[in-house]
C-alpha cells in the first residue's frame, strides 16, 4: 500500500512543475522574451514599432507610417506611455506578435520585448527532470 503522504509529496512537486512549464509557456514569458535593450537618454529606433524616445524619465513613441500598433490592447498612433517603476504597472505596446514594455532599473531604463512566436516556444519540448524520490526530500526550518 502506497504512504499517502509520498503521494501527496509526489503530486505537490508535479503540480508545481506543470505550473512552472505554464509561465515559461506565457505569452510574456522567458520563452518569448527576445530583447532587453538598455536605453540611453534620446531617441532608439525600435524595428517594427518606430522611433522611441526617452526624456527625463519619460517615453514617448512615433509610430513607423503603415504600423498598427496597440497600447494596452487598445489603437495606438503614438504619443507617451507609462514606464514600470515600483510604483507604476508600465504601458504595454504591441504590434502583430511582438510587444514590448519600458522598464526602470535604478537609474537605467530598458525596452523587454517579447513575441509570442518565438522560436524558443515554439520548439520547447519540456523540463527534463528526474523522478520525484520522498526519500530525497529534505525537510528543514529555515
Given at each position: 500500500m502506497a504512504d499517502s503522504t509520498a503521494i501527496s509529496y509526489e503530486e505537490e512537486v508535479?503540480?508545481?512543475?506543470?505550473?512552472?512549464?505554464?509561465?515559461?509557456?506565457?505569452?510574456?514569458g522567458w520563452l518569448t522574451l527576445v530583447a532587453?535593450?538598455?536605453?540611453?537618454?534620446?531617441?532608439?529606433e525600435?524595428?517594427?514599432f518606430g522611433t522611441?524616445?526617452?526624456?527625463?524619465?519619460?517615453?514617448?513613441?512615433?509610430?513607423k507610417p503603415g504600423v498598427k500598433a496597440t497600447l494596452n490592447d487598445k489603437p495606438f498612433t503614438g504619443g507617451?506611455?507609462?514606464v514600470e517603476s515600483e510604483s507604476v504597472t508600465p504601458d504595454t505596446v504591441k504590434v502583430?506578435?511582438?510587444?514590448?514594455?519600458?522598464?526602470?532599473?535604478?537609474?537605467?531604463f530598458a525596452i523587454r520585448m517579447w513575441?509570442?512566436?518565438a522560436k524558443n516556444r515554439k520548439e520547447f519540448t519540456g523540463i527534463e527532470r528526474f523522478p520525484v524520490k520522498r526519500d530525497w526530500r529534505i525537510e528543514a526550518r529555515w
Open positions: 508535479r503540480a508545481w512543475h506543470v505550473q512552472r512549464v505554464k509561465n515559461l509557456l506565457r505569452d510574456y532587453l535593450d538598455w536605453l540611453e537618454e534620446g531617441k532608439k525600435v524595428k517594427g522611441l524616445t526617452l526624456k527625463n524619465g519619460e517615453a514617448s513613441l512615433q509610430i507617451t506611455f507609462h502583430g506578435t511582438r510587444a514590448f514594455i519600458v522598464i526602470k532599473r535604478g537609474d537605467r513575441d509570442t512566436e
